[in-house]
């Protein structure tokens, strides 16, 4: 029984892992072009893209789901045909909300002088982001940043919310018929996972810290 359950929690653990990994290589790119959105001079955008993403950080992530998953089929007859995509969807529209603004705070931490510095020496504004500001930025925004991605783990549960088998509901299904166990026995997963991920972020930390921040 116990190499059953284990091997139907790490079917649903795979799910979990493709959720949390196409999540976080779509949502970081996002979220970067969101925060320059918010930052942006010109008006219409910051205001649009500051609605954004208050509306998206306002509302449980659940309901965003239900939303992108229910509402093409009543509202427009076009039924979504995919659980796994709608998921993606609501997850990566989530979280470059959250990723926009841990980007736009680490961007705006950086002191214009250094922007000067870099115009001084000749530099374009392209030069100065990617060469100086950058890692900066990056040592900045990496414990705000590890914080979300490890919460983004966890969140991958919600997806049962539509009959995604993942980890949880694997386990729930166990739990269907008598047995509790394999419901706790899950969350041994989720802490090796986040385990593995707090020593991954505290190794680039380390490698990150010859930037003092003042």
Same mark, same amino acid.
């Given at each position: 029984?116990?190499?059953?359950v284990?091997?139907?929690l790490?079917?649903?653990?795979? $799910?979990?892992?493709?959720?949390?990994?196409l999540?976080?290589?779509?949502?970081?790119?996002?979220g970067?072009i969101?925060?320059?959105?918010?930052?942006?001079?010109?008006?219409?955008?910051k205001?649009?893209?500051?609605a954004?993403v208050?509306?998206?950080?306002g509302?449980?992530?659940?309901?965003?789901?239900?939303?992108?998953?229910? $509402?093409?089929?009543?509202?427009?007859?076009?039924?979504?045909?995919?659980?796994?995509t709608?998921v993606?969807?609501a997850f990566v529209?989530?979280?470059?909300?959250?990723?926009?603004e841990?980007f736009?705070?680490?961007?705006?931490?950086?002191?214009?002088?250094?922007y000067?510095a870099g115009?001084?020496?000749?530099?374009?504004?392209?030069?100065?982001?990617?060469? $100086?500001?950058?890692?900066?930025?990056?040592?900045?925004?990496?414990?705000?940043?590890?914080?979300?991605?490890?919460?983004l783990v966890?969140?991958?549960?919600?997806?049962?919310?539509?009959?995604v088998?993942?980890?949880i509901?694997?386990?729930?299904?166990?739990?269907?018929?008598?047995?509790i166990?394999p419901l706790?026995?899950?969350?041994v997963?989720y802490?090796?996972?986040?385990?593995?991920?707090?020593?991954?972020?505290?190794?680039?930390?380390k490698?990150?810290?010859?930037?003092?921040?003042?």
């Amino acid at each position: 029984m116990f190499a059953e359950v284990t091997l139907k929690l790490f079917s649903g653990f795979g $799910v979990t892992c493709l959720l949390f990994l196409l999540t976080l290589v779509m949502s970081l790119p996002l979220g970067l072009i969101v925060s320059f959105g918010s930052m942006t001079k010109f008006k219409p955008i910051k205001l649009l893209t500051r609605a954004f993403v208050w509306v998206i950080r306002g509302t449980p992530l659940m309901l965003q789901l239900i939303v992108v998953f229910y $509402v093409p089929g009543l509202v427009f007859n076009h039924p979504m045909q995919s659980r796994i995509t709608a998921v993606l969807i609501a997850f990566v529209i989530n979280y470059s909300a959250y990723f926009s603004e841990i980007f736009r705070g680490g961007i705006e931490s950086i002191s214009k002088g250094q922007y000067e510095a870099g115009q001084v020496l000749g530099m374009t504004k392209t030069q100065i982001f990617f060469n $100086v500001v950058l890692l900066q930025i990056i040592k900045r925004i990496l414990a705000p940043m590890s914080n979300e991605i490890i919460t983004l783990v966890k969140d991958t549960s919600l997806a049962r919310t539509i009959a995604v088998t993942e980890l949880i509901r694997e386990a729930q299904n166990f739990v269907s018929v008598g047995l509790i166990w394999p419901l706790f026995y899950s969350g041994v997963f989720y802490l090796v996972f986040c385990g593995l991920l707090t020593l991954l972020f505290g190794y680039i930390e380390k490698k990150l810290s010859y930037f003092r921040i003042m």
